[in-house]
């Protein structure tokens, strides 16, 4: 069974940093793009960030670019995101996701993990 | 960035009822567009992909059409466990997603 599991999230100043994990299992990790998602308290969902299945492309949301990083450890089946400079409005839960093969390396998002919630207030 | 405007917002209908929600896209995607739904507290769940291809081992009351800038999503009969909020989403350039559409049951 394919699995996501998100973790890192909690309570971060706002200027401060944090970084988010997503540990896969049940699927050959390498081989998908991956991507983050948030939502915001009793908000729509925002598309934050993607990457290739080589870590070689990296994609961004406007909201985000400059300020958070996408990686991953293909030799430990794990997914980042690293997040400086946080803001109020990035309080969210954030959703690790897998993309299906075959077309753009963003989207559609086919397996999503439960979430972790960062929140930022100082 | 491409912006995705869903209708309506909210919509409440019966069991058995047919059920359509549109996006429109501010630019062309061809047919880069995709539906989810959420359920409360849950991750999203991929349901259309492409605008028509339905994933596997979602229901065949759930359908989708459309290419370039209008979209519909359709549950042909309403069944309490659609309750949920369910997005759009092109993927056309970086992706955004539609503002969504919660639906209840009358």
């Known amino acids: 069974e394919e699995q996501l599991l998100e973790s890192g999230g909690g309570l971060v100043q706002p200027g401060g940093s944090l970084r988010l994990s997503c540990a896969a299992s049940?699927?050959?990790?390498?081989?998908?793009?991956m991507s983050w998602v948030r939502q915001a308290p009793g908000r729509g969902l925002e598309w934050v960030s993607g990457?290739?299945?080589?870590?070689?492309?990296?994609y961004y949301a406007g909201s985000v670019k400059g300020r958070f990083t996408i990686s991953r450890d293909n030799s430990k089946n794990t997914l980042y995101l690293q997040m400086n400079s946080v803001r109020d409005e990035d309080t969210a839960i954030y959703y690790c996701?897998?993309?299906?093969?075959?077309?753009?390396?963003?989207?559609?998002?086919?397996?999503w993990g439960q979430g972790t919630l960062v929140s930022v207030s100082s | 960035d491409i912006q995705m405007t869903q209708s309506p917002s909210s919509l409440s209908a019966s069991v058995g009822d047919r059920v359509t929600i549109t996006c429109q896209a501010s630019?062309?995607?061809?047919?880069?567009l995709n539906w989810y739904q959420q359920k409360p507290g849950k991750a999203p769940n991929l349901l259309i992909y492409?605008?028509?291809n339905l994933e596997t081992g979602v229901p065949s009351r759930f359908s989708g059409s459309g290419s370039g800038t209008d979209f519909t999503f359709t549950i042909s009969s309403l069944q309490p466990e659609d309750v949920a909020t369910y997005y759009c989403?092109?993927?056309?350039?970086?992706?955004?997603f539609g503002g969504g559409t919660k639906v209840e049951i009358k």
């Open positions: 989403q092109q993927y056309d350039t970086l992706p955004t």
């Open positions: 049940g699927f050959t990790f390498s081989s998908y793009a």
């Open positions: 996701g897998k993309v299906r093969p075959g077309g753009l390396e963003v989207a559609p998002t086919t397996t």
């Open positions: 492409d605008a028509s």
């Open positions: 990457i290739s299945g080589s870590g070689d492309n990296t």
């Open positions: 630019h062309d995607i061809s047919n880069y």
